[in-house]
């Protein structure tokens, strides 16, 4: 609930202001999603994790802007030409195993200029004015969080440290050691997680029921949900109508062949097939005009996907094109198409052609033998 600013470097160089700093119980990072992008767990006290992105809110003091900070890939940077993208630029310097200097305390302000701080002070010194004094706490970062897997500001861009580190840092801004480190524990947040999303509506109820507040993406995913259905409900009917199409389509190819094959047909009867088999003949050849259009319209449908997502990833290349298909953690496909939905697809497609062909393999195996020899056809 208090200030913090950190710094690094020699003189303090690099300064990063406002910085979000939580004290959590680092055993159960895992257990609640959170991943190790590189380094370890603080294993003693004074040792920290960083977000991925923590290292990119420093700049340096002593340089002018635009050069006095490093931005991330996928940040955005502006010039006279306007406003693009970064493809990302290396960071000042490596935040991993990193000393850095966090500054607070309980009147703290950071101040408009870092550059009038001087180089040999890290913060302003006391004012003399009856306020707290300035604390200043150094700190190693042992760890680097994966950022991808969460949505608090202090696992992507702040400082995460252990709870007793915590209780120390909030002793000395106050001045009671004693009482503070003695003290319980009280958390300002709760983070649960669920084993399905469709439990979390279930779970949030209990908790405000107990007369907590409580935030998530509920709300928002009903509301997606809701917009979804509208979606659906249109692509559904232009769906059906691309089923009946089909199924017509499917029915006069089936018909006509019927018709061409007449005198074979009554050929075929009269060299005693059974008329299951002529009828199933039939059938097997309207499936296979629907399999091979349910192939076909998958293939497309996969390469759309694809080239949407590669798209939507930076461009088409061979690490793209891994990522569009397999995804991962910290990729955002736009397309998903699961495999399963591909089978379904296939086999609804063989369903369709099968359906269609039923009438015109009815009417194949109900012409008289003696007639469909007489065909001329």
């Not at 159960?28 to 920290?48: C, D, T």
């Not at 850095?100 to 009147?107: D, E, P, Q, R, Y």
């Not at 690490?319 to 089978?343: T, Y």
Request: glycine share 12%; with cysteine.
């Amino acid at each position: 609930s208090y200030s913090v600013d950190a710094t690094q470097g020699a003189g303090s160089r690099y300064v990063s202001q406002y910085v979000n700093v939580v004290g959590v119980d680092a055993t159960q990072l895992e257990e609640s999603g959170y991943k190790l992008a590189s380094g370890r767990l603080p294993m003693r006290a004074g040792e920290v994790l960083a977000g991925k992105s923590f290292v990119y809110s420093f700049y340096d003091k002593y340089a002018s802007d635009p050069s006095n900070h490093r931005i991330e890939a996928g940040g955005y940077y502006c010039d006279e030409h306007g406003c693009a993208q970064s493809e990302g630029e290396d960071p000042f310097f490596d935040m991993l195993n990193s000393k850095i200097t966090l500054i607070t305390g309980a009147n703290y302000q950071s101040p408009d200029d870092y550059r009038k701080v001087g180089r040999g002070s890290v913060a302003p010194s006391d004012s003399g004015s009856g306020e707290s004094p300035t604390i200043t706490m150094p700190y190693t970062v042992v760890g680097v969080i994966d950022s991808s897997a969460n949505n608090y500001d202090a696992f992507t861009s702040g400082i995460v440290m252990s709870i007793d580190d915590m209780k120390t840092l909030n002793a000395k801004i106050s001045g009671d050691t004693k009482t503070n480190m003695s003290s319980k524990v009280v958390y300002d947040q709760v983070l649960v997680h669920t084993q399905d999303i469709k439990d979390v509506a279930d779970v949030e109820a209990q908790i405000k029921g107990a007369g907590y507040q409580t935030s998530s993406f509920e709300q928002t995913r009903k509301e997606i949900e809701k917009q979804s259905r509208g979606i659906q409900l249109a692509l559904g009917g232009i769906g059906a109508v691309s089923f009946f199409v089909a199924a017509i389509g499917i029915a006069n190819t089936m018909i006509m062949s019927v018709s061409e094959r007449t005198r074979e047909i009554g050929i075929m009867k009269a060299l005693g097939c059974y008329v299951r088999d002529i009828r199933m003949m039939f059938l097997c050849e309207a499936g296979a005009i629907g399999l091979v259009g349910g192939v076909i319209a998958c293939l497309i449908s996969a390469i759309g996907s694809i080239g949407i997502n590669m798209a939507s990833l930076g461009g088409f290349s061979v690490e793209n094109l891994g990522k569009a298909i397999m995804g991962g953690d910290d990729v955002s496909r736009i397309s998903v198409i699961p495999w399963w939905l591909f089978v379904v697809a296939m086999l609804f497609s063989i369903a369709v052609g099968v359906i269609a062909g039923f009438g015109p393999a009815n009417k194949a195996v109900k012409i008289p033998a003696l007639d469909a020899i007489k065909n001329d056809q």
